[in-house]
């Protein structure tokens, strides 16, 4: 690996972090009614979580050619960072289409 290893993991956590807060927002966003500002933010977290989700990948990828990646307590949190911030995007996704169409039945 190029970079440190502790390094790559707090790439995961910040990257993750960065893309929860934008998924939050823009579920803030759609409940104020700003959907095209919601989804931008949801773009900007997609964008976060494609750093995120390809460093994920290229430890996957190094594991299975049968290099040692350290698995600890570290990696885990990191891990589990990335995941809750997926199901939250998912989600926020989900808040807006919602609002969206609340706004709709509204007008």
């Keep these: 690996m190029e970079k440190d290893l502790e390094e790559i993991i707090m790439t995961i956590i910040v990257s993750s972090g960065s893309a929860k807060s934008f998924a ?3 579920i803030s966003l759609s409940k104020e ?5 919601a989804r931008e933010a949801l773009q900007k977290a997609d964008e976060e979580l494609g ?5 994920q990948t ?3 990828q190094e594991a299975a050619q049968g290099k040692n ?3 600890n307590l570290f990696m885990v949190h990191a891990q589990d960072h990335l995941m809750t911030t997926i199901t939250t995007k998912d989600l926020a996704n989900e808040f807006i289409d919602l609002y969206e169409k609340l706004l709709i039945n509204k007008l």
């Design 24 to 26: 939050m927002e823009a």
């Design 58 to 60: 290229n430890l996957i």
């Design 51 to 55: 750093m995120a989700h390809n460093i």
């Design 69 to 71: 990646v350290d698995i």
């Design 33 to 37: 009614g700003k959907i095209k500002e």
